[in-house]
């Protein structure tokens, strides 16, 4: 259809399930930070007071565990001065379940040949599928509804910790956002409503909470696609007290559509924060993002999608697959080859491109895995090297 609506959502720093993805992503960064050779698969359960750490993590670095679960919390937000909330960084109780890798999975990823192992390159830490997106629509080559979501709550976030702002005294970590987006010939034309839950303190009333929130809305999405007609959804249930771990069980990895594209570009399952980049689920998934970026700021598609998978211990991709939906101005074929010449698949290639073994991940956490334009695949790096390869097929 060229005519739609759709819709993506947002949640913030203080959403239960953002906490936990950033307390991994800060247990991933300290041990990539002291040995980058780290094996992490680091998950986390937060509920009320407590934090639960479990997964599989083989490491020279020497890691404070609890230590960086209560500074990741401390830094989202959930302080001891304030007491209107039982998740608090210096009081919540933290259970340490982190065993090592299985031998039988690290020999598949390590570089080194081993029994019933077809390579002694360095494979793919699972089997899995994964997928990359990028569109014209806005300037970080994401689509409308996720970014504008992402954008609401960034700056939501920037007043709730700008402690001279009156307007913080009452605000809490824990907060979603959602944007309904019209399109009209396949371009974003207007904004049909928005979304906004804030926690908040028990002094709060509605109406100021209703009026700071329309305020910051219409200070951050285009002004060009709010009309009349667009409908604001302000804390929609009345209240939002109780919020945060005490309101709700987070876990990692349960926000993967936020941590991609919304639901406009696909996603194969895997889950992002808590992982070390030899996780195809991972790294092969920013891997594409930054073909698809590319591919696009080349101006051979207005909108392209990338799917790659593997197989556990294999160096290769078992396959590569490119759609252009029908907005490429050279056959798919050809962008498959010229992408073959300028991109390696391989993991280990994954990772020497992007630099991957370095405490860059809790950057990651919130707010979109692809829409901050200082991270490595989101650089518009390899333009030229793609019509260089064009130029020769």
């Known amino acids: 259809m060229s005519s739609f609506t759709f819709s993506s959502e947002s949640v913030g720093a203080g959403h239960p399930d953002k906490v936990a993805d950033l307390i991994s992503d800060s247990i991933l960064d300290a041990c990539l930070a002291q040995d980058p050779s780290s094996r992490v698969a680091c998950e986390t359960l937060v509920k009320d007071d407590r934090v639960v750490l479990a997964g599989e993590i083989t ?5 404070d565990y609890e230590a960086i679960a209560r500074a990741a919390i401390r830094e989202i937000g959930y302080v001891d001065e304030r007491d209107d909330d039982v998740f608090q960084a210096e009081t919540v109780k933290v ?5 090592t890798q299985s031998p039988d999975i690290a020999q598949g990823v390590d570089a080194a040949a081993a029994e019933g192992k077809s390579s002694a390159e360095q494979g793919a830490g699972d089997q899995g599928i994964m997928f990359g997106y990028a569109t014209d629509e806005t300037p970080e080559l994401m689509p409308a509804p996720v970014m504008f979501a992402h954008r609401i709550l960034q700056a939501l976030e920037k007043v709730r910790k700008d402690k001279s702002s009156s ?3 009452w605000l809490r970590p824990d907060c ?8 009209e010939n396949g371009v974003p034309a207007r904004i049909e409503n928005v979304v906004l839950s804030t926690q908040h303190t028990e002094a709060a009333d509605h109406a100021t909470i209703r009026a700071f929130g329309e305020k910051l809305i219409r200070s951050v999405l285009p002004e060009s696609l709010i009309d009349a007609e667009t409908r604001f959804f302000i804390n929609p249930t009345g209240k939002f007290v109780v919020g945060g771990p005490h309101g709700d069980a987070g876990l990692t990895g349960r926000k993967i559509i936020v941590d991609t594209y919304g639901g406009a570009g696909r996603h194969g399952g895997g889950a992002f924060s808590g992982k070390d980049p030899s996780k195809v689920d991972r790294s092969a998934a920013y891997m594409c993002r930054w073909v698809a970026k590319n591919i696009v700021a080349a101006g051979w598609a207005k909108r392209v999608e ?7 211990g294999e160096p290769e991709p078992t396959s590569i697959h490119i759609d252009t939906f029908g907005t490429g101005t050279i056959a798919d074929e050809k962008i498959i080859a010229a992408v073959k010449r300028v991109f390696s698949f391989k993991p280990a290639n994954i990772i020497a491109q992007l630099d991957l073994l370095r405490p860059i991940y809790a950057h990651t956490t919130n707010y979109g895995h692809f829409t901050k ?9 390899r333009v030229e090297a793609l019509q260089t390869a064009l130029a020769e097929i």
């Open 59 to 63: 490491t020279a670095a020497k890691v």
């Open 95 to 99: 259970s340490n379940f982190i065993g």
């Open 167 to 169: 307007e913080s005294a």
């Open 176 to 183: 979603k956002s959602q944007v309904a987006v019209r399109y």
């Open 306 to 312: 990338l799917q790659v998978s593997y197989a556990i």
């Open 373 to 381: 334009a200082d991270l490595p695949w989101e650089q518009l790096n």
